[in-house]
Every structure is written in C-alpha cells, then in structure tokens.
C-alpha cells in the first residue's frame, strides 16, 4: 500500500509523538563512498514504544559547516522508508512548492504533509525557518527532543564533527 493511501494527520502526529530508543547504530563515522568523500554520514535504527521502526541519520560536509542535514524515516508495514523529518543546514536554498515560502541561505526543517502525499510531491517538501540550531550537533539535538528519541544525545562523542 503507498504512503500516499494511509498518510494522515492523525499518523504524522504518532510518528513524531510517540517516544522512540536508539536500538543500534548501523553506520558511525562513515566516509560517503568516493575518491574524494565530501561528506561523512552516521545512521542508526530507533524502535517507538509502540513498536514502529525508524532509521536516524546525519550526515556533515567535512569542508563545509553550513552543509548538514540529519533526519528520521519511517519503515512502514510494507518496508517502505518514509523520510518524516529533515533538520537542514543554511548552504542551500529553499522554496515550498505547496506556498511558496523561500528560504535562502537559512537553516530549515522539512516534515512530511499529507497535502504533499496526496500531491505526489517529495513528502518533507515543505519546510519551515529553524532558528533553533546552526550546526548538526544542535539540529541532532532538535530532532531528538521534537521525535522523543532516547539514546541519540547527549552522548557528544557519538558524533564528531572535526575530520582527522
């Protein structure tokens, strides 16, 4: 069944409410695959307490700072990975399609709509401004306490952000 046929507000809200635990890290300090990797990315699995299952990921520009982003998908019944959430740095542009909101050169964070399921658009497509943060340890932050995710902070040693 696609998203798109069970998506609803009352399901985004579960998602993001619901407390969820770290359960493994899949991925710590991974370099992307490249001859000259760009970024390094860390990806771990978390389980609700309704038991949904969700994978976590953050992934940093290792030459520039504004270029993060870390975020939260669901697996679906199907298996289907469902981004709901991306905490976005400030080294991109921005524009929603559902209202034309720009956000240029700013710290943004897209969630999955319903309006976009329907759409057929990229679901976390709409973003909104985020002055909470400026660099992947405070979106990492942010993310954990909007999602309730245990396990992921504050364990500052989890995700470095120098390269060496």
């Known amino acids: 069944m696609a998203f798109a046929d069970i998506c609803s507000e009352e399901l985004l809200s579960k998602l993001k409410s619901t407390p969820k635990q770290v359960t493994n ?55 289907e990975q469902i981004t709901i959430a991306r905490y976005n740095g400030s080294s991109h ?17 897209h969630q999955a709509t319903v309006e976009a399921a329907q759409r057929g658009w990229s679901l976390e497509n709409h973003a909104i401004l985020a002055e909470a943060y400026t660099c992947l340890d405070e ?17 500052v040693n989890q995700l470095p952000l120098s390269w060496s």
């Not at 524009?95 to 943004?108: L, M, P, R, T, Y």
């Not at 979106?139 to 364990?155: E, F, M, R, T």
Request: charged residues 25%; proline residues 4%; contains cysteine.
């Open 25 to 79: 890290w899949i991925a710590k300090n991974r370099k992307k695959p490249s001859h000259m990797p760009s970024h390094i990315e860390w990806t771990c699995e978390a389980i609700s307490s309704d038991g949904d299952s969700f994978i976590i990921y953050m992934r940093q520009n290792i030459s520039l700072d504004d270029d993060f982003s870390c975020g939260i998908a669901w697996r679906s019944p199907d298996g």
């Open 93 to 109: 542009d921005h524009i929603n399609k559902s209202d034309g909101a720009e956000f240029v050169q700013q710290c943004h964070i």
């Open 139 to 155: 979106a990492k932050l942010l993310l954990a306490d909007d999602y309730i995710i245990s396990g992921l902070v504050p364990n």
